[in-house]
């Protein structure tokens, strides 16, 4: 069975790398000799479009101490304590995803709790925003932070009551923790850009890939790329292990660089491109960082920027026709963006974006109608964290990506991972979106909720025009034949069997490139 845009068909037929029939197999017969691969009962849909996601990123914490399911700083530092036994390389010990809201001590563990791991080498962990890390005393030192150390507009330097650093580093802080050569962000955003050999970030990619074919995504966009990103996308793409089509968001902090070079348009092929620019406005909402002065809730958070500067930035960036792609999750911050472009020339081909859109109120959603603004949540990360966004902000928590508003006021629908903060899961994250049900079992926000084929939408037709491809989201004549095989037909299953579907197979460019059976199939690189 294939599942096309509105309705299934009987069959689709692929010449080469594009799809040239849907409807019935009468039909795909007529056009030629060609061979035929049977289903048997499957489930046939679009290569999923994931539009926010930060690939090598992903595998890199993939790499690290996996801090999901610690329930206590205890857990942390045993969880720590096993990585650092097994971890054969020397230098710094890394974790990832901890969420200060699940410990029983609702905080983030501290620089002395870290020393228990080792006190002679660096012991970081990120928060499972991405956001952040905390660090121990050797880290704070090797990265000379110190009681006088200042903290930078748009971060968070964490101190105790005595006024020494606590291990906290937060957003535009974290370009302190990636040592004398590695990348530099500035206040542009958090600086997630950790050091690594080129071979292991390599097999990282490599290993980021294969979980992303597995959930049946073929394309993505990568939400903040700088030099580490380019050079390891284009390195793969030489190499022929490219197998995920890549369309790259360049971090605004090298826009100047940008410019300089005279790339004021989409440039790439069909395989690995760049696309437009990222741009920070607030902090994080799981993280506590997001811009919400507004007195409802227990965290405030901060603006990236003084005032004026996003907006020159944004202009800058629409000035050289790129597409601009910003976080903002506070109302507060949300605004800054729409004001912005509300002062730009009308440009509706650029399709500017609003990365996690938190909390948009009913005004701002008619705003980004009318201006064109395309708003990109992550349903997934109201299942996993809205229990502690609501006890964080408890008069805003309903809202939290709140598509189904998004959907009423003539917005399009799109969905994504923001992968590692989430698993690049597609059928989790559609039963998300349908249900809006917490990790405590309870709705967060029923008037948000969306339809199941409006959710799949979001991860097809819906992330490509976000990413402004219109050659991949959907079975239709002339588009790239990038499939999704699924051993159930995610329409007719019930709601509470919606996340146990799986992908059994995925194909990019008319070839198999992952099964279930056989896992990533090396067919040679994919032809631009």
């Not at 890394?94 to 660096?122: I, N």
């Not at 197998?243 to 826009?255: C, D, P, Q």
């Not at 902090?283 to 811009?291: N, P």
């Amino acid at each position: 069975m294939v599942v096309g845009d509105t309705a299934t068909a009987e069959a689709v037929r692929l010449d080469g790398r594009r799809i040239t029939h849907v409807g019935s197999l009468e039909a795909a017969r007529a056009l030629g000799d060609a061979d035929i691969v049977d289903l048997e009962g499957a489930c046939l849909m679009p290569g999923f479009v994931d539009a926010h996601t930060h690939p090598l990123m992903h595998g890199q914490c993939g790499s690290w101490g996996d801090l999901s399911m610690a329930s206590s700083v205890d857990e942390v530092l045993k969880l720590m304590g096993e990585h650092a036994r097994l971890e054969a390389r020397t230098g710094p010990v890394r974790g990832f995803g901890y969420d200060h809201h699940r410990l029983v001590e609702s905080r983030h563990p501290t620089a002395t709790e870290l020393d228990r791991v080792a006190d002679d080498r660096t012991v970081m962990v990120m928060h499972v925003s991405g956001h952040g890390f905390s660090v121990n005393s050797h880290g704070l030192a090797e990265a000379g932070i110190t009681a006088d150390t200042a903290t930078p507009t748009g971060g968070l330097i964490g101190h105790d009551t005595d006024g020494r650093p606590d291990g906290r580093v937060f957003d535009a802080a974290c370009d302190l923790l990636t040592g004398g050569d590695g990348v530099k962000v500035g206040n542009h955003g958090p600086n997630l850009h950790l050091p690594d050999h080129p071979d292991d970030l390599a097999l990282m990619l490599d290993a980021a890939q294969e979980e992303f074919l597995a959930a049946g995504i073929t394309s993505v966009g990568d939400c903040q790329v700088t030099e580490r990103e380019m050079r390891t996308f284009l390195a793969a793409r030489d190499a022929g292990r490219l197998r995920l089509r890549v369309t790259m968001y360049v971090l605004s902090s090298h826009v100047d660089a940008l410019r300089r070079l005279g790339l004021d348009s989409r440039l790439g092929d069909d395989l690995l491109a760049f696309g437009g620019v990222k741009h920070y406005a607030d902090g994080a909402l799981t993280g506590g960082t997001a811009y919400l002065p507004c007195g409802c809730g227990t965290t405030h958070g901060y603006l990236y920027h003084e005032a004026g500067r996003l907006e020159d930035l944004l202009a800058a960036s629409a000035a050289a026709g790129l597409q601009t792609a910003t976080h903002a999750q506070g109302p507060d911050a949300i605004q800054l963006v729409l004001d912005a472009l509300d002062r730009l020339p009308p440009d509706p081909g650029l399709r500017h974006r609003i990365e996690h859109c938190g909390f948009p109120t009913d005004e701002q959603l008619v705003t980004m109608r009318r201006l064109g603004v395309v708003p990109v949540p992550q349903p997934t990360q109201v299942h996993l964290f809205g229990e502690g966004v609501r006890s964080d902000h408890p008069d805003l928590a309903e809202r939290m990506y709140p598509s189904g508003l998004i959907a009423e006021a003539g917005l399009p629908v799109v969905l994504s991972s923001d992968a590692p903060v989430t698993s690049p899961d597609v059928l989790l994250a559609c039963w998300a979106a349908e249900t809006r049900i917490t990790a405590a079992g309870r709705v967060l926000g029923g008037a948000c909720r969306i339809t199941r084929r409006m959710a799949f939408e979001g991860y097809t037709r819906g992330g490509a025009h976000a990413l402004r491809r219109d050659d991949v989201g959907s079975l239709t004549p002339g588009r790239l034949a990038d499939l999704a095989i699924l051993d159930a037909d995610p329409f007719t299953v019930a709601t509470e069997s919606l996340p146990d579907v799986s992908v059994t197979g995925t194909w990019v460019d008319g070839r198999p490139a992952w099964t279930g059976e056989t896992g990533v199939i090396d067919v040679g690189r994919v032809q631009a």
